[in-house]
């Protein structure tokens, strides 16, 4: 097993993208940490996975909390003693709306979330990282990350800053033996693209099903990347076969190619 006997924390664990990426680090030995808001997500997955013979905890934990972040991260190392590997996976799609109207509090939450909660949990498990001069850490970006999305300018300006602040880390932790790594999912089948999907399209008077059918044609395969697909990309990036590989930003996008809509 690629990830045997190493701890790893996965925020966002109660998504679907975090659900597949907890599942696939349980199924490949690893002890899994899940953190996010709510309780029954959670519950959920920590009891699938240790009805498959795997290992999981649950921490309710607000990223946005500085004193939550802290206390996590505290309560993994005080449990198990070390921390190998974490995947940044908590986010949220934000407003659908043109920057001309952007109302600021949920411009600024999606900033909060997505990218300065990325930041303290980076800050707070580079800590003991350091220490034992070892680590993997996986930062959730976006195709959102690599180019500008019309009525998405806060999810987007958060998710470049996401690869701007992994090249970052990867060249300060190097000398450390941590790798710092991205990956960049174009949309994901799941709670989160059927959500953004539906606000973009009642804020552009068409059927939710255009939108999806907008995206999709712009992608060679012609369809949405499973969350397993992501989560195969993270167990690559968290385990030795990526042992070469930091500050890359690995883009998972079903050969998305043209201009969004």
């Excluded at 498959?52 to 309710?60: D, E, F, H, Q, T």
Aim: with cysteine; net charge negative; glycine share 8%.
């Amino acid at each position: 097993m690629r990830l045997e006997n190493r701890v790893a924390i996965i925020t966002g664990g109660g998504s679907d993208i975090g659900r597949a990426i907890s599942g696939a680090f349980a199924a490949e030995g690893a002890v899994v940490v899940v953190a996010a808001r709510t309780a029954a997500p959670l519950d959920e997955i920590t009891s699938e996975i240790k009805s498959l013979g795997g290992r999981a905890k649950a921490i309710l934990t607000d990223i946005t909390d500085e004193s939550q972040v802290v206390r996590m991260v505290a309560q993994t190392l005080e449990e198990y003693g070390q921390i190998d590997i974490l995947v940044n996976n908590s986010g949220i799609a934000g407003p659908a709306a043109n920057v001309v109207d952007m109302d600021l509090a949920k411009w600024n939450e999606v900033l909060t979330v997505n990218l300065t909660g990325t930041m303290l949990c980076s800050r707070e498990v580079l800590k003991p990282m350091i220490a034992r001069r070892s680590g993997s850490i996986i930062n959730l970006s976006s195709e959102g990350g690599r180019s500008g999305f019309p009525m998405r300018s806060p999810y987007c300006v958060s998710k470049m800053g996401v690869i701007g602040l992994s090249e970052t880390l990867a060249i300060e932790v190097g000398e450390y033996d941590i790798r710092v790594n991205c990956i960049s999912p174009a949309a994901v089948r799941g709670n989160r693209i059927i959500n953004a999907s539906k606000a973009k399209a009642e804020k552009l008077g068409v059927d939710y099903e255009e939108i999806l059918s907008r995206l999709t044609r712009n992608y060679s395969l012609k369809r949405v990347i499973e969350p397993s697909e992501v989560a195969a990309a993270a167990v690559f990036l968290a385990s030795d076969e990526s042992s070469a590989i930091t500050g890359h930003n690995l883009v998972v996008n079903c050969g998305s190619h043209l201009p969004h809509y």
